[in-house]
T-cell receptor, first 110, second 116 residues
Framework: DQQVKQNSPSLSVQEGRISILNCDYTNSMFDYFLWYKKYPAEGPTFLISISSIKDKNEDGRFTVFLNKSAKHLSLHIVPSQPGDSAVYFCAAVTNGDMRFGAGTRLTVKP | EAGVAQSPRYKIIEKRQSVAFWCNPISGHATLYWYQQILGQGPKLLIQ????????DSQLPKDRFSAERLKGVDSTLKIQPAKLEDSAVYLC??????????????FGSGTQLSVL
């Protein structure tokens, strides 16, 4: 039962360019969305979130966009830095139930 | 502020053996979660505690997995007996109150379990 999908297992971008990570969901009851970042041998750490009543949230170089009609959200990183290289998980919440996507491995090349 | 502590970091066992994982959440965090992350997949919730009570254990394979959170602080997750498909990273997380609409989780570094 994959209610949250990240269809791109990996993404490679050049330093300074934009990174766009995508996430799709199937459950229209999700009302809050989060992105977590995970480095090797560490647990996921919270990056940015968005409520379903908004369509955009920005925090420094990170912006999350939500398209409820398409059940799609994306994370934009501008400009990308080598330190952003990690696995990014999309998560969606309804009624306290948080579901995760499978993750996208981002590699930022110097 | 100390983060979520987990031990051991790695564990290798043979199938049918038993194993236990320990987690100490961030001080003051009422809610504690155990997640299973199989390689190539996202974390999957096994069990959620609110203080020392179970909130959700619907995805916990209760024939072999058990968990407790005595005194509402630290927690242990046990697998007995282990199967090959239990090989995964077991992540513990905590949150101040509950995974409500505006609350993020704080994760530990996880325990990587290999069942041979």
């Amino acid at each position: 039962d994959q209610q949250v999908k990240q269809n791109s297992p990996s993404l490679s971008v050049q330093e300074g360019r934009i990174s766009i990570l995508n996430c799709d969901y199937t459950n229209s009851m999700f009302d809050y969305f989060l992105w977590y970042k995970k480095y090797p041998a560490e647990g996921p750490t919270f990056l940015i979130s968005i409520s379903s009543i908004k369509d955009k949230n920005e925090d420094g170089r990170f912006t999350v966009f939500l398209n409820k009609s398409a059940k799609h959200l994306s994370l934009h990183i501008v400009p990308s830095q080598p330190g952003d290289s990690a696995v990014y998980f999309c998560a969606a919440v309804t009624n306290g139930d948080m579901r995760f996507g499978a993750g996208t491995r981002l590699t930022v090349k110097p | 502020e100390a983060g979520v502590a987990q031990s051991p970091r790695y564990k290798i066992i043979e199938k049918r053996q038993s194993v236990a994982f320990w987690c100490n959440p961030i001080s003051g965090h009422a809610t504690l979660y155990w997640y299973q992350q199989i390689l190539g997949q996202g974390p999957k919730l096994l069990i959620q505690f609110q203080n020392n009570g179970v909130v959700d254990d619907s995805q916990l394979p209760k024939d072999r997995f058990s968990a407790e959170r005595l005194k509402g602080v630290d927690s242990t997750l046990k697998i007995q007996p282990a199967k090959l498909e239990d090989s995964a990273v077991y992540l513990c997380a905590s949150s101040l109150v509950k995974a409500a609409t505006n609350e993020k989780l704080f994760f530990g570094s996880g325990t990587q379990l290999s069942v041979l």
